[in-house]
Each structure stands twice: as C-alpha cells, then as structure tokens.
C-alpha cells in the first residue's frame, strides 16, 4: 500500500477554481503580457513614452497606465492603437 504524501495539497489551478480567482488571475495575466511585450517593442523601436503618447493622441498618463501590468482598465481600443503603432496586432479569440 503506497501512502499519501501528507503534505501534498491541490494544485494552484484547482485553487484558483476553488476561490473563483481563476479568471480575474487569468485577464491580470494577459494585461501584464501585453504590458511587457509593448514596452519591448517600443525599447526596441526606441520609441519613447511621450512619443508613443502623441501618436496614440492620448496623455503620457494614459499611456502609462495601459503600460502599467497592474492596472487592468485598458480597453481593447487602446491596446490595439499601442499594437499598431508598434507594427504589431493584438489579436483575442474565444476558445
């Protein structure tokens, strides 16, 4: 008879599922990806904030924000106006 580890729990994921915070972690997540992957794309492209600010005819504040992987009230609008400028596109499909 093989014995339990007793100090083997849930997984994370069924965690998550268990205090309903897998899909807020999950959007957190992808906000915080799409955050970084902009952020690289304009230290590539040497585009600073401001810059990237004007093309988007928005503030340096805003665009801090959408650039913030902690703040999730981007809107898709803005997110696709950021991948644009930066020669990429944003795609979001359901599955």
Not at 1 to 11: A, C, D, I, L, R
Not at 31 to 37: D, E, G, H, T
Not at 53 to 76: C, F, V, W, Y
């Amino acid at each position: 008879m093989t014995k339990k580890n007793k100090h083997v729990g849930s997984s994370f994921e069924s965690w998550l599922d268990e205090t309903d915070l897998r899909e807020e972690v999950t959007v957190s997540a992808i906000k915080s990806v799409i955050a970084m992957q902009l952020s690289a794309e304009m230290k590539k492209q040497k585009l600073t904030k401001k810059r990237m600010a004007e093309l988007m005819k928005t503030s340096r504040a805003q665009l801090d924000r959408l650039l913030d992987p902690d703040n999730g009230n981007a809107t898709i609008e803005s997110l696709q106006r950021a991948a644009h400028i930066v020669g990429r596109e944003l795609r979001m499909e359901l599955v």
